[in-house]
């Protein structure tokens, strides 16, 4: 199984400090709509959290600025360590994608490579990572790296066929696979199960909860399935018009609470 | 029951603007004046055609003695070099400045539009002008055949590659950069094997077209098989011009044969 918990030194220093502090958080992508509206929200480390709400209140917007993939406009962010106010400084943007695993609602896997070295590509950003090309120029350890990570989604035998040979799911379990092999400290899912089956989607949620429930990892997704949230998170975060709505233990959401996020 | 009353009909004319109307007027007035000052006319031709046999007669049969056939085998050789060396450093040289120009990737963020223009000067300029350039520079002879050519091939690639990379898909490049990755790792890790089929095609049409370019350097003094075509029709030798053009015909159709294949097996 793949070794998780090899972290970065810093680890036992920041254990106990949140993963995640945003005050006021605001974004906007011109001057005449704001997307995010003063955000406030703190993750603890090893919490899985599920980020609800409706088309457009704010949700991949927010994961992207807490990598710093777009700059906040505004408001106070702190992740892993990194201030992110303005997009945060290059140093700082790196050092904290390298603790982050991030999953798209579509996998993006580079779909004519093979899936090892779509994996590998996870190591991009680490020094000497422009052997993260492929798989044929990295270096063993981080072949054999990768391949753990192929084991721990149940894919090692699939490393070699190209990406765009896999079912959908599939796909979404080599994104995983990708986050992982990172050794992430926090896992990002933008809607990680919605193109998949029911079926897909579930296996794909539990992977999630096995990996990170057994390793300690951080995991912040959304969903627009409400079982998903409910079922897989043990907080959820509702947004509303780009401002947290309600903010609770996923065993304490009511069907109110979620007919006020969805209608209200 | 029907309407007995008839269904508004569309105008035949619609859509066509006066201001499109004048430019269709126009642009016909044009073609019929150049027509009439440069095209042939009919008693033109009626003429050429006698003179068109005579040649055609004096052509035949086509050379076939060794001595001569050795000296166009060397020749072709040296072609072909001129067009493998010249396309394959610029197809390589293509790739960086395709990456400098093209749209929401370059490092050079909005100056990427000097390297695009930059690119359209080297595609403006025909190949033998370059080629007369090249001759007055390093002098008569294959290298600045094989300099016309690599030219020739960054204004072809470097437009179409750069066209490709706008094109790509941009998921994974988000992907990659939510990674860490750097414009460098987005580019070799996420771009061009998303676009490697495209690349290699271009790369294969841009090897066929410096075949194609290559037999006529020669003309004006930059190596290759030209070279021989043109002292041939200088010194009336016609039937050695036939089986140089016979050659550079089965040259060109071999190279394109060969590239349908290869363009065939990537997927």
């Given amino acids: ?264 | 029951m029907a309407d007995p009353r008839p269904l508004p009909t569309p105008d035949r004319m619609g859509g066509l603007s006066p201001a499109s109307f004048a430019a269709l007027v126009t642009v016909g007035a044009l073609v019929l004046v150049s027509m009439n000052n440069v095209a042939p006319s009919l008693g033109q031709l009626a003429d050429g055609v006698p003179g068109m046999l005579r040649l055609v007669g004096r052509m035949l049969p086509p050379n076939t003695e060794a001595d001569f056939l050795a000296r166009i085998a060397l020749r072709i050789l040296e072609t072909f070099q001129i067009a493998l060396a010249g396309a394959a450093i610029g197809i390589v040289l293509s790739l960086p400045i395709a990456w400098l120009s093209a749209r929401g990737l370059s490092p050079l963020g909005r100056g990427a539009f000097l390297v695009k223009a930059f690119v359209s000067l080297l595609r403006t300029i025909p190949d033998l002008v370059w080629a007369l350039l090249f001759v007055a520079t390093v002098g008569l002879g294959a290298v600045a055949g094989t300099m016309t050519i690599m030219v020739d091939t960054i204004g072809f690639c470097g437009r179409f590659f750069a066209e490709a990379m706008e094109d790509a898909e941009r998921e994974p490049q988000e992907a990659l950069r939510a990674i860490g990755a750097n414009r460098a790792s987005v580019l070799v890790g996420g771009v061009l094997p998303d676009i490697m089929p495209s690349l290699i095609n271009s790369s294969l049409f841009a090897l066929e077209k410096a075949v194609r370019s290559s037999v006529v350097l020669g003309l004006v003094g930059a190596g290759g098989i030209g070279q021989e075509l043109k002292v041939a029709f200088d010194l009336f030798q016609y039937r050695n011009a036939s089986m140089i053009i016979l050659v550079i015909f089965a040259i060109v159709l071999l190279m394109e044969l060969c590239t349908d294949k290869l363009r065939a097996r990537v997927r």
């Avoid at chain 1, 088309?55 to 600025?65: A, Y």
């Avoid at chain 1, 603790?99 to 996870?122: A, D, E, M, P, Y």
């Avoid at chain 1, 790296?145 to 080599?174: F, H, I, T, W, Y």
């Avoid at chain 1, 959304?222 to 509702?238: E, G, N």
Wanted: charged share 20%; hydrophobic share 40%.
């Fill in chain 1, 1 to 264: 199984m793949l070794d998780l918990q090899t972290a970065p030194p810093e680890t036992a220093q920041l254990a106990v400090a949140p993963v995640i502090t945003a005050r006021g958080l605001t974004k906007s992508y011109d001057r005449r709509s704001m997307i995010l509206r003063g955000v406030d929200l703190q993750i603890q480390p090893g919490e899985r959290i599920a980020l609800i709400g409706s088309n457009g209140c704010g949700k991949s917007t927010l994961l992207k600025c807490l990598i710093g993939l777009h700059p906040i406009s505004g408001g106070e962010l702190d992740c892993l360590g990194a201030q992110m106010q303005g997009g945060g400084s290059r140093a700082e943007r790196q050092h904290l994608r390298q603790q982050t695993g991030f999953v798209f609602q579509k996998h993006c896997l580079v779909r004519r490579r093979t899936v090892l070295s779509n994996v590998i590509h996870g190591l991009f950003g680490a020094p000497g990572s422009w052997r993260a090309f492929s798989h044929s120029i990295a270096p063993e350890p981080w072949r054999q790296r990768a391949l753990e990570a192929l084991d721990a989604v149940n894919l090692a035998d699939k490393a070699m066929m190209r990406a765009d040979a896999l079912s959908g799911g599939q796909q979404q379990r080599v994104a995983i696979a990708r986050a992982l092999v990172r050794r992430p400290r926090l896992l990002i899912a933008d809607e990680p199960a919605a193109s998949l089956d029911p079926v897909s989607g579930r296996n794909v949620m539990d992977l999630f909860q096995s990996l990170c429930g057994g390793q300690g990892i951080t995991l912040l997704f959304t969903s627009h399935d409400m079982k998903h949230a409910l079922d897989y998170a043990t907080r959820v975060v509702a947004l509303k018009q780009g401002r947290v709505l309600f903010d609770k233990p996923s065993g304490r959401v009511s069907q109110s609470d979620l007919n006020e996020t969805f209608h209200g």
